[in-house]
């Protein structure tokens, strides 16, 4: 075992990513491992004193209250990375983009054919009554079909040691910036633990990000003509380092509201040379912002007139106008039928089981099993609003079901989600966390994963809450490029159990599960 | 190409640290300064008066130590939250620019701001004794951002605007250095050109960086036609108003070369009378004038031309598209 840092390392009810039940160490992990056992405690502290001050340094921080004490944070980062064989990578990067693919096919029909509505796929009332379809964008078809040009797929491997879906982002994914810079720092603190072939880098992504832009593009517009931009809330929105870092990397314009002007139809930004033609928006803004005209009048962050030059094809949006209609938790329950409608495949990666309260027979099932499940309000996030039923008075129950059967399109239902662990430094030794894994996919012309995820980690013992707004911290994701000498058998996907034990287990230590975001 | 609001940014960028350097090295010869020609007048305290006038803080500093009657002038200076021309505070703003210039200045100058930012609000106090060093190591840590902006930062337009910035707010300090001269009034009108008199006029240079030029010129004997003569009218010293409004005129050029001459005339008309003035002018007419005078209306000129930048270029409605 490696430097003793493991003497009290005491597995949870879920899978942990570097232990076998029995306690050996899982394939991926075994040259990491040995690396590892040249470290004791003194030598972790050191590594992440490092890592915390090259991060704090690069202001890859958030401000704690007012500046006005300047205090701030860095996101707390994790020197034990998450680590996922080849073999596994590509089966979760094969269902990914079916499931991106299906999610866009299904945004162009519900704006454009309904067939999907007709056919009974997806019932009209969930997709009509949801406050993110936009009238705006009916009757419309964005360059190349697509609207979910980024995506952000939150998963996470439950008890059957499978990546299950947990959560679909569309609109304005946030995160991908700490995947790469997570890595430069673990690269530059801790590169003796590295595997020898390495690992799948991630520097790509801004180049790809761009030529993804580029493909996009509105199809009068030649590509060398084509001005791409990053559409800003402004310095003051948490993820500004996000935007900032993703314009430097790929080297083109952070717009803010004010830097923008429509007229005749067309954008342009204000320079010191005069106006100049935008074409491309990468937009970080939310669709209620994005144009004052068109939707809140007392946006200050958007760009009036904006969605008339978008509709009528002279400037692209991305992500597009109305995308959230496909990761609204409702829907949600219904991808793996849109998957089998639109692609005629069977979805690689499942969801976690969703009653929607809006079906009748799903709603009578969650009546009668609400002691069992985990409630949810379909258009909250944050966990606010969450049910969970085994640990709930009667009274809240009873409160709960009362506001679902008033509303049913707002409820939805999931079984209580176990989830898995990976090693976590904290104190005097490493700790099982709980972890899920947000992989970025990029959809232009094609279909591309990044081989790599933010992974998010649980600090507090026990906890089932990875988001970063709640003591959340985060990890590198290494992707194995090399490993095909490892025995198939041993990948933690097949080797899935019932995991019922573990199941009973856990079922006493949930707060707000899952509320990711 | 560039939006009109970052090269607004830039030169705010160039104005802040220009100014958040000059400060600090004010501080850092007034210190000694301030123990030496105590020894001398036996009056501390005006020198700090002086250095406080000098970065525009008078009043609020009156007004602090009205409340506090405590309150160290070197503090004021340098941490003091309440005071928006101490260090902390200019380093502070120069900061929150360079967050929203991420991307059009290097990691490694970004670093190096966020690097002094840091260090500078982790601090709750500093006593006389650590002054010396901790505005050394301010002054050194800019000296440091303008160095990597120079070999880690495109050569484009953007460079010219932080230039501008960099070389407007200099000609600014200069002259209010050379200013603070004229609030150290001497006991009596016999000295000067006396002890003390070489000794303020040396310290002045001092302020300026400009002891080892002055001395290597070989102006003789510090006095202060001397003195003013190269802060104001060198051609060849970096930070006297003369070169530094050529510099201004050069990368102004530069930086609006595709501006719309509309947009570009204003500005352009005032930097270069400033320009030919300065050129045409000599220290003899100067003193006539009386040195204060002719450094108020020196500021005042900058003053227009700063508002001609902000008006014309960065904040210009566009007339057509």
């Known amino acids: ?77 994790s020197l034990i990375p998450r680590i996922i064989g080849s073999r596994e990578w590509a089966h979760v990067e094969a269902g990914l983009i079916q499931r991106v693919r299906a999610l866009n096919l299904f945004l162009l029909d519900v704006y454009n054919e309904q067939r999907s509505i007709r056919d009974h796929v997806v019932p009209a009332d969930v997709v009509f009554g949801a406050p993110e379809y936009s009238l705006r964008m009916v009757g419309f078809e964005p360059p190349l079909g697509v609207y979910a040009h980024i995506a952000g797929v939150d998963l996470v ?44 880098p991630v520097n790509d992504y801004p180049s790809r990000l761009l030529a993804m832009l580029l493909e996009v593009r509105p199809p009068h517009v030649t590509e060398a003509d084509c001005r791409v931009v990053i559409l800003t809330p402004g310095i003051y929105n948490s993820a500004y380092f996000e935007h900032s870092f993703l314009a430097q990397q790929m080297g083109v314009p952070l717009v803010e509201g004010v830097d923008l002007v429509t007229h005749n139809e067309r954008v342009y930004l204000r ?31 958007g760009v009036s007139g904006l969605m008339s030059a978008y509709r009528a094809g002279n400037v692209t949006v991305t992500n597009a106008v109305g995308t959230g209609i496909a990761d609204d938790k409702v829907v949600y329950r219904f991808v793996p039928d849109i998957i089998r409608y639109f692609l005629n495949e069977e979805p690689l990666l499942p969801n976690v089981e969703t009653f929607a309260a809006t079906v009748p027979e799903e709603r009578e099932f969650i009546r009668r099993h609400a002691r069992e499940l985990v409630i949810k309000p379909a258009n909250a996030s944050g966990g606010y609003g969450v049910l969970i039923g085994p640990q709930a008075s009667d009274d809240r129950i009873q409160e709960t079901l009362a506001a679902m059967d008033a509303e049913p399109r707002q409820w939805i239902a999931q079984p209580l989600q176990e ?95 899952s509320a990711t975001g | 190409m560039m939006l009109s609001r ?53 009043d609020s500093f009156a007004k602090a130590q009205a409340d506090d009657p405590g309150r160290s002038p070197a503090d004021f200076l340098v941490l003091a939250r309440d005071n928006p021309n101490s260090i902390r505070s200019i380093v502070g703003r120069a900061r929150e620019l360079a967050r929203t210039l991420r991307p059009h200045i290097s990691r490694e100058v970004w670093e190096e701001i966020n690097t002094l930012h840091l260090s500078l609000n982790r601090r709750t106090s500093v006593s006389e004794y650590e002054l010396y060093d901790l505005c050394g190591s301010i002054k050194r840590s800019i000296e440091t951002v303008f160095g990597l902006y120079d070999n880690t930062v495109l050569f484009d337009e953007g460079r010219d605007w932080f230039r501008c910035g960099l070389f407007i707010e200099r000609t600014d300090m200069t002259s209010r250095i050379l200013d603070t001269k004229y609030h150290l009034l001497l006991p009596t009108a016999l000295e000067v050109g006396g002890p003390l008199d070489r000794y303020q006029w040396g310290a002045i240079l001092r302020s300026a960086s400009a002891w080892e030029a002055f001395r290597k ?33 050069r990368h102004f050029g530069n930086a609006t070369e595709l501006t719309p001459p509309p947009q570009r005339v204003g500005p352009q008309r005032l930097i270069t009378i400033l320009d030919l003035d300065l050129a045409a002018m000599d220290i003899r ?15 005042s000129r900058l003053i227009e031309i700063d508002r001609a930048l902000a008006n014309d270029i960065f904040r210009a409605l566009p007339e057509s598209v």
């Open chain 1, 157 to 200: 491997r439950d008890q059957n040691e499978r990546f299950v879906v947990l959560e679909d982002n569309l609109r304005t994914p946030s995160g991908v910036s700490y995947v790469l810079e997570n890595r430069t720092v673990m690269v530059r603190v801790a590169p003796d633990v590295f595997p020898p072939h390495g690992v799948a």
């Open chain 2, 285 to 299: 007419r100067a003193m006539a004038i009386g040195l204060h005078e002719y450094l108020d209306t020196l500021q």
């Open chain 2, 6 to 58: 970052i090269a607004e940014s830039l030169y705010w960028l160039g104005r802040q640290l220009e100014r958040a350097e000059n400060v600090a090295r004010m501080v850092h010869v007034d210190y000694h300064a301030s123990i030496e020609s105590g020894a001398l007048v036996g009056h501390v305290p005006r020198t700090w008066d002086a250095l406080i006038a000098a970065t525009g803080a008078g």
């Open chain 1, 271 to 301: 320079s010191t040379s005069g106006l100049e033609p935008v074409h491309v928006i990468y937009r970080r803004v939310d669709d209620a912002f994005l144009d004052p005209l068109a939707f809140r009048a007392d946006s200050m962050l």
């Open chain 1, 419 to 513: 989830f898995s662990t990976i090693p976590t430094f904290q104190d005097d030794g490493l700790h099982a966390r709980r972890a899920d894994l947000r992989p970025y996919i990029l959809t232009g012309a094609s279909t591309w994963v990044l081989p790599s995820a933010l992974t998010r980690v649980a600090l507090r013992a026990g906890s089932y809450v990875v988001n970063s707004s709640q003591g959340g911290g985060s990890k590198d994701t290494w992707v194995l490029t090399d490993d095909d000498e490892l025995d198939e058998a041993d990948t933690p996907s097949s080797t899935a159990t019932t995991g019922t034990d573990a199941a009973s287990r856990s079922s006493s230590q949930s707060s707000s599960q």
């Open chain 2, 217 to 249: 010129g070989g102006r003789g004997e510090i006095s202060g036609a001397r003195v003013a003569s190269m802060l104001l009218f060198s051609s060849d010293f970096p930070r006297s108003a003369r070169f530094c409004v050529r510099a201004l005129l």
């Open chain 1, 1 to 77: 075992m490696p430097g003793g840092m493991f003497e009290r390392y005491e597995q949870l009810a879920g899978p942990d990513e570097m232990f076998d039940r029995d306690g050996s160490i899982r394939p991926a992990y075994r040259a990491f491992a040995e690396r590892l056992a040249h470290w004791d405690v003194a030598e972790y502290h050191l590594r992440q004193s490092r890592a915390d001050l090259a991060l704090l340094n690069a202001g890859i921080t958030f401000t704690v209250y007012s500046d006005e004490q300047g205090t701030e944070r860095i996101f707390p980062f």
